[in-house]
């Protein structure tokens, strides 16, 4: 299940605040033709033409979490080389350790 689905996260917030967050040649907001950030229902595209750091994403992605104080219950997980997920925390009874 995927945070999206229970309305934790909200993806057109998080476009937004990719795209006032996003720094081009060392400026916010900066964004141009080189780097597009779009939507599909609960995916976020983020193309760039120039150079662009993936761990940058990931980077942005946890700042979000925790501006929105989700930090501690969400993580940001790469499936493969060209994107990240949003996932729950695995949660494991820790009574049986006792």
Same mark, same amino acid.
């Given at each position: ?5 229970? !309305?934790?996260?909200?993806? %057109?917030?998080?476009? %937004? /605040?990719? !795209?006032? #967050? ?7 907001? !900066? ?20 150079? /662009?750091?993936? #761990? =940058?994403?990931? =980077? ?10 989700? #930090?501690? /219950? ?6 493969? %080389?060209?994107? =990240?997920?949003? #996932? =729950? /925390?695995?949660?494991?009874?820790? !009574?049986?350790?006792?």
């Amino acid at each position: 299940q995927q945070p999206a689905d229970d !309305n934790i996260i909200e993806p %057109k917030d998080l476009e %937004k /605040f990719l !795209n006032s #967050r996003i720094k081009v040649e060392g400026k916010t907001g !900066n964004l141009g033709d080189k780097v597009s950030v779009s939507r599909e229902k609960s995916k976020i595209h983020v193309t760039a033409e120039s150079p /662009f750091s993936k #761990r =940058y994403l990931k =980077y942005l992605s946890k700042k979000y979490l925790k501006m929105q104080q989700l #930090r501690d /219950f969400l993580r940001v997980i790469a499936p493969n %080389k060209t994107s =990240y997920e949003l #996932r =729950y /925390f695995s949660t494991k009874d820790d !009574n049986d350790e006792e």
